[in-house]
């Protein structure tokens, strides 16, 4: 009886540890979605003049980038290697084979937003100024860091 315990105890630990792994996954798609929709969507669009400059919706985004950019680096752990989120994109394993390069992505990213967020963007001079800096900054880690499936 111990024994069965035992066993039904430790296939519950790992399958509880299986579906937290896939639940940072899923976050970790969720937060670049969030990014790309932020950076590209709102702030990339009033950039270029596909959508009327609206302040509160540029305040929104770079606020979700702040927020987004501080979990970023806690997002991909060792356990999440070759795990895949429901998507078209999914992490690369050259993370997980040169984090420190990869680290230092996500620290030149985070600072990037950090320095608009404290600059704030006040009209849309400043939003064209600050969104190619950040699109280079998510552009330089997608290249090596990503992969798109199909």
């Known amino acids: 009886m111990k024994r069965m315990f035992v066993t039904v105890a430790a296939v519950?630990?790992?399958?509880?540890?299986?579906?937290?792994?896939?639940?940072v996954v899923n976050q970790r798609q969720t937060s670049m979605k969030e990014n790309g929709k932020n950076i590209?969507?709102?702030l990339?669009?009033?950039?270029?003049?596909?959508?009327?400059?609206?302040?509160?919706?540029v305040d929104a985004a770079v606020a979700k980038l702040?927020?987004?950019?501080?979990?970023?680096?806690?997002?991909f752990p060792e356990n999440t290697k070759g795990l895949k989120a429901d998507g078209k994109y999914s992490a690369s394993p050259k993370i997980?084979?040169?984090?420190?390069?990869?680290d230092s992505h996500i620290a030149s990213y985070t600072k990037a937003v950090n320095e608009v967020a404290a600059a704030g963007i006040?009209?849309?001079?400043?939003?064209?100024?600050?969104?190619?800096?950040?699109?280079?900054?998510?552009?330089g880690c997608h290249e090596t860091y990503r992969l798109k499936e199909g």
């Not at 400043?126 to 699109?135: E, T």
């Open 40 to 42: 590209g969507g709102v």
């Open 66 to 75: 702040a927020e987004n950019a501080k979990t970023m680096g806690t997002l």
């Open 122 to 139: 006040k009209n849309l001079d400043a939003l064209k100024a600050a969104v190619p800096a950040l699109g280079k900054q998510c552009s």
């Open 44 to 57: 990339g669009a009033m950039a270029k003049g596909e959508k009327p400059y609206d302040q509160a919706a």
């Open 96 to 102: 997980w084979e040169n984090r420190a390069d990869f």
């Open 12 to 23: 519950l630990l790992g399958i509880g540890a299986v579906y937290a792994q896939q639940d």
